[in-house]
């Protein structure tokens, strides 16, 4: 085959590769849509999302961003956003909202302007009115060929919330989404939401432990409502709190710090206590054969996210056997990841994100680790929080790999069998024997459940 045309059959392949997206928050974040979905959204609330709104929150000056008021009554322009677009425009981010918008709301000019603004807005609106946010999404996943979505949730996400929905798209929603539990709440550290997840999880679980022991107890019937509710992973956000650094605890010192009371503890004492509880309730997940997802890297100050502090916990005995996945890459130590990847048997480097955060450093980092790490370790997901900004970011992911394979095909570091084995690998086998989904392959990793039965 031509060179030319062994490129073009990558390129076709990649796109026509199924995709298990390995981290979303898009079906409704921490607890879920209402079941009547078909809330009104703008191409202002869009844009606004995430990103953008993370971004115009921290970092820029307020005066760029519209009113709240503005935006909820719907009375937002183009010119009322241009201020905010005209810092933003060169970040990758905007350029994958702006393409999934494009994908799913077509316009023919480079980017969304003055002239555009009302003709996508309102494309926006009767997408939203017609589908509703769920049915929307799964015609995005549809459109976008992807099968599987881990979707980051809380307990009550998976009992109260999904629950709630008619049961055909309960169903239509449990094909689609690999639920991960955030576990951040019960060992009393997190976001806010976390705090709350556990407060309402003493009613699902209808316990009100007063000790260590009974709480305990409660932790272990929440991973087994969450595991019989469908759930397949468990995830820790606590860099953006606490470093990663899990130290083990004497029982007894964390019994005595228990009956004090967590909202009391000096803030050295509380990290004790949940250091003992984290570890407890690593070991229950590994126990339940749910793998962990991580959120490292991007955190103030990074070292709390440092992906070596995980070092601990993949040398502890008594976790041998669970799966940790370095989300995010570890950037801004991406190289500390990538040694971990390569060193143990159940850690695996994780890219979700870092391509939508700067196409650049994504594509470096995958070019990096592929050459270095072996390829059943590397896992990527997009991370959105709506159906537009999911369909850019799967668009530039998928175009990240197809550079990076290009390039090495081109290079004549392997051919193009092998690039298109390493991208199914990439894109569905991998996350699929991360979570123990399909058949395990022969890489040596004993399968929990089989050597029990
Ligand atoms: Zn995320």
């Known amino acids: 085959m031509k060179k030319e045309d062994e490129l073009k059959e990558l390129k076709r392949f990649i796109d026509n590769t199924n995709f298990f997206d390995m981290h979303s928050h898009m079906a409704g974040f921490e607890l879920g849509t209402p079941v009547d979905d078909k809330r009104p959204r703008t191409l202002y609330s869009i844009l606004m999302n995430d990103y953008l709104a993370y971004l115009s929150g921290s970092c820029l000056d307020r005066q760029l961003v519209p009113s709240r008021k503005q935006a909820i009554d719907g009375k937002c322009s183009f010119n009322d956003i241009e201020p905010l677009l005209r810092v933003c425009r060169g970040l990758t981010t905007y350029y994958a909202i702006r393409e999934g918008i494009r994908l799913l709301h077509p316009f ?38 992807v099968l599987k979505q881990v979707h980051i949730a809380t307990l009550p996400y998976v009992t109260t919330h999904l629950d709630s929905l008619p049961e055909k798209e309960k169903k239509s929603q449990m094909e689609l989404l690999v639920l991960s539990l955030v576990l951040d709440g019960y060992a009393f550290t997190g976001f806010e939401i976390q705090h709350r997840a556990r407060e309402m999880s003493f009613d699902i679980i209808r316990k009100y432990p007063r000790n260590l022991q009974d709480y305990l107890s409660f932790c272990n019937d929440v991973l087994d409502v969450f595991k019989k509710s469908g759930g397949k992973s468990v995830k820790l956000l606590i860099s953006y709190f606490r470093t990663l650094r899990i130290e083990n605890v004497d ?116 070019s990096e680790a592929l050459d270095m790490v072996p390829v059943n370790k590397i896992l990527v997901g997009t991370d959105c929080g709506t159906a537009e900004c999911f369909a850019g970011t799967v668009l530039l992911l998928k175009n990240v790999l197809y550079d990076v394979l290009a390039e090495k095909v081109t290079k004549k570091e392997f051919n193009l069998e092998t690039a298109k084995s390493i991208a199914k690998s990439i894109l569905w086998d991998n996350p699929i024997e991360f979570h123990n989904l399909g058949k395990r392959s022969n890489y040596g990793i004993r399968n929990k459940e089989k050597s029990r039965s």
Not at 110 to 133: L, P, T, V
Not at 331 to 351: H, L, Q, S, V
Request: charged share 25%; proline share 3%; hydrophobic share 40%.
């Open 108 to 145: 023919k000019e480079d980017d969304i302007c003055f002239q555009n603004w009302k003709e996508i807005d309102k494309s926006i609106q009767m997408a939203y009115r017609k589908y509703g946010e769920r049915k929307w999404q799964r015609i995005a996943c549809k459109k976008l060929k």
């Open 251 to 366: 029982e007894k010192r964390a019994q005595h710090l228990f009956s004090i009371g967590f909202d009391v503890l000096s803030k050295s004492a509380l990290l004790v206590l949940q250091d003992f509880l984290l570890k407890q309730l690593l070991i229950m997940a590994n126990d339940k054969g749910l793998p962990l997802i991580v959120h490292t890297g991007y955190s103030i100050p990074t070292e709390n996210g440092d992906p070596e502090n995980l070092i601990c916990l993949l040398q502890d005995n008594s976790l041998k056997e669970l799966k940790i996945a370095i989300s995010h890459s570890g950037w801004p130590n991406e190289g500390k990841a990538m040694i971990m990847a390569r060193t143990f048997r159940n850690c695996y480097f994780d890219i979700s994100w870092t391509p939508l955060l700067s196409q650049t450093l994504g594509r470096r980092i995958l």
